[in-house]
């Protein structure tokens, strides 16, 4: 059988958004998100970052700025939970550039599936933007969202579930294991 995954945006997700992060000390862990990664780790689903990084397109940072961050974020969170990020995949384009990979296009999470062989039906895509949640729609996966933060406003495509931290989205996630039903019971209501 083939691994589950957590198909994770970065930026108001697992770390605070600061708008086009190009230095390493601008990664801040959010509340929770260790812990709420941690326990997902534990149930053995892949943690997967997915992100759109249009500021390598708008020339705010380098893809080799984007990588340093990233690297920060997974020391972090190693330091704080010992969890490990399994891949990052990054879309360096703008929304006009017409590219499979920038969310709400489900390419990122396409290309992880085929490359890694994770498991679609048990896996989640969870961020805290609609662009995130109509990714990981597309892709047919169930989807959270992290609500509260500087996207809270923001509509579009509902998520299955909102939570308030990575460690709520863990609670919900492991409840629905192998109930197919939530998902659909989900979408229906929304």
């Not at 923001?154 to 709520?168: I, P």
Request: proline share 4%; with cysteine.
């Amino acid at each position: 059988m083939n691994e589950r995954a957590l198909f994770l945006d970065r930026d108001g997700t697992i770390m605070a958004d600061v708008g086009y992060p190009s230095d390493p000390r601008q990664v801040h862990l959010l509340p929770n998100a260790a812990e709420g990664l941690k326990v997902l780790q534990e149930r053995n689903y892949a943690l997967v970052v997915v992100s759109n990084q249009s500021g390598i397109a708008r020339g705010r940072l380098t893809l080799e700025d984007a990588q340093r961050v990233n690297a920060e974020l997974e020391r972090q969170l190693r330091q704080r939970a010992d969890v490990r990020i399994d891949a990052f995949y990054l879309c360096p384009h703008l929304d006009r550039d017409g590219c499979d990979c920038r969310k709400p296009k489900p390419g990122l999470i396409e290309r992880a599936i085929a490359e890694h062989h994770y498991d679609r039906t048990g896996s989640v895509a969870v961020g805290d933007r609609p662009r995130d949640i109509a990714a990981g729609r597309a892709a047919e996966l169930r989807t959270v969202r992290i609500v509260g933060g500087p996207h809270a406003d923001e509509r579009g495509v509902a998520a299955d579930y909102d939570a308030e931290d990575l460690l709520d989205a863990a609670r919900w996630i492991i409840a629905g294991e192998g109930n197919g039903a939530q998902q659909g019971d989900a979408r229906a209501a929304s």
